[in-house]
Structures are given as C-alpha cells and as structure tokens.
C-alpha cells in the first residue's frame, strides 16, 4: 500500500491537477456568491449549522466506505476543540459578514489570510519573512486600504462592520492554519481535520442562534439549492478533491492558485448578482492577487556549482 501510494505522487502539478485547481478555485469563488442567495431564505448563523452538518454527514459517509478510522487515540483531541471552535467563530463572522458587505469585498478580505499566516508564521512557528514576501505583503496591505476605502466612501456602518467581519473572518482562518501546524492535527487525516472543523461549526453556530434571528425566513426553492450547494458540493465533494490533490501533488504548486479564488469571486458576484465592482475593488483585487502570487511563489532551487 506504502509503495503504491509512493508511486502515485507527483512531484509537480500537470496539466490535470491544473484544470482540477481552476474548477476549484472557481467551485470555492461561486460559494460566497451561493452563501449570499441562501440568505433570502435562511438567517446566515443557520445556513452555517445546515452546513456544517449535512456536510459533516456526507464526509463520514465518505469515510466509513473509505474504511478511514477517525475515532483512534492520537492526541489530536484538545488541539481539535480549538480548531474547532476557531474555526466555528471564523464562519460565523464570513457569513454573518457576508449579509452585510458585497461578495467582491467578502471574498477579498476573507482571502487575506495567507498573509496573517505569513505574520504569524513569522513570530510563532520561526517561519522567516523574506524580502520576497514582504514585498507581498506590502502589496496585500495596500489591497486592504482599497477595500477598507471603498466601503467607507460608498457603503454605510452596517457596510463597514460585515468588512470588519469578513477581515476577523480571515484572521480566524489564519489562526487556525497556526494551531494545526503546532500541534498533533499536522499528523491526522485530513477527512479527520475537516470533521473538527465542521463539528465545531455547527455547535458554535447552534449556541449562537438563540441571539440570532428565526432560522428560516422564507421558503423558496432558490435559498434551498444554494444551501445545498454550499453542503453537498463545496464541504462533501471539493474539500474531499483538495485533499486528494494534497496527496498526491506538491502543496507549493497547489497553493500558487490561490490567487484566483478571489478573482472568481468578484467576478461571479458581478455577474451572478449585479455587484458592479468599483474601481477601488478592481484595484484592491489586483494588489491582493500579485500579493498571493509572489507569497505562494516557490523559492528557486539553488543549482549546485
């Protein structure tokens, strides 16, 4: 099995994995836009617990016919009740946020969490910040002053607090991101991991409600398939892919598409929605993807000699 699995990693992304990180990237860009349609009919804290749950449910079925143990002694379970409960909060704040700001600034701020992972890596896990990198995030930080200006000059406070929302939620993702790789859950599985995750989603969420508004607003069909989409496709089945990929494919070369993540956001808000970017977003949009580009760019192999 250990030389099967030897034999079926790759030590660059082809073409294949290319097409399947573009599809991604665009599945994971079209969720905002998902999570803002099921919003006419679902307060936001509910569609986080629907979520989290129906997903939950398709992973563990993915699991059990997989045979992969998950409720094995490894010493992961303290680390994965924080990442769970960060990873709850996280997802409270990107889509309580989401109600209040654009999918295009949503997606921008909430895919600033590279960056926070670049700042914290630096002070906690001994992750130096080269000069490369900090030109990055320089640019990303020029970014965040473009979204943060936007909202200000054209949105109201309700505007203003889903932006401090989405960027809390970016945070959150990158302080997760921190707690795995300081801890036993860098060794677990990956089904095991996303299963942390999506329990602490869904029981921060259900403890959260009571403050909330009544679950369901309207019922339509329209709200309904969008929630599903967020359960089904983009928790069961792209979450389950990337991991596949993560497997098999170096994750330097995986995470050089992450700048297109962003991209498809703005883009399927605009035309999905009628969110007509301004040009502050199409400018912060620019700064953030060259930032992710050159952070996630691999460094070049030195040639001996």
């Not at 670049?118 to 979204?147: Q, S, Y």
């Not at 936007?150 to 401090?164: F, K």
């Not at 607003?217 to 928790?235: C, E, H, K, T, W």
Request: with cysteine; charged share 10%.
């Amino acid at each position: 099995m250990a030389v099967a699995s030897a034999l079926d990693r790759r030590d660059a992304v082809d073409l294949a994995a290319a097409s399947i990180m573009v599809g991604l990237t665009f599945s994971w860009g079209l969720n905002y836009v998902a999570a803002k349609i099921s919003y006419a009919g679902f307060d936001p804290v509910f569609v986080s617990i629907a979520r989290s749950i129906i997903g939950g449910l398709c992973v563990l079925g993915w699991c059990w016919l997989r045979g992969i143990r998950l409720f094995k002694a490894d010493g992961s379970l303290v680390a994965g009740i924080i990442v769970g409960v960060l990873f709850g909060v996280e997802f409270l704040c990107l889509y309580i946020g989401l109600e209040y700001t654009t999918v295009a600034r949503n997606t921008l701020l909430v895919n600033t969490m590279p960056f926070w992972v670049l700042i914290g890596g630096h002070f906690l896990l001994g992750e130096r910040i080269n000069a490369r990198k900090l030109g990055g995030l320089v640019l990303a930080f020029c970014g965040l002053v473009a979204v943060f200006s936007d909202g200000i000059a054209g949105g109201t406070e309700m505007t203003l607090m889903g932006d401090l929302l989405s960027l809390g939620s970016g945070i959150l993702w990158a302080a997760t991101s921190i707690v795995i790789k300081r801890s036993k859950l860098v060794e677990t599985s990956a089904e095991k991991l996303l299963l942390y995750q999506l329990a602490g989603a869904a029981i921060v969420g259900v403890l959260v409600m009571p403050f909330a508004g009544p679950p369901i607003r309207a019922v339509s069909a329209l709200p309904a398939l969008a929630l599903l989409f967020q359960s089904l496709y983009i928790v069961a089945f792209t979450y389950v892919l990337w991991f596949w990929l993560l497997r098999r494919y170096p994750a330097s070369g995986l995470s050089s598409f992450a700048f297109l993540s962003p991209v498809f956001g703005v883009l399927c808000g605009a035309i999905i929605l009628g969110e007509a970017p301004t040009t502050r977003i199409f400018v912060a949009l620019g700064l953030i993807a060259v930032g992710l580009i050159i952070v996630n760019r691999p460094a070049r192999k030195q040639v001996p000699g």
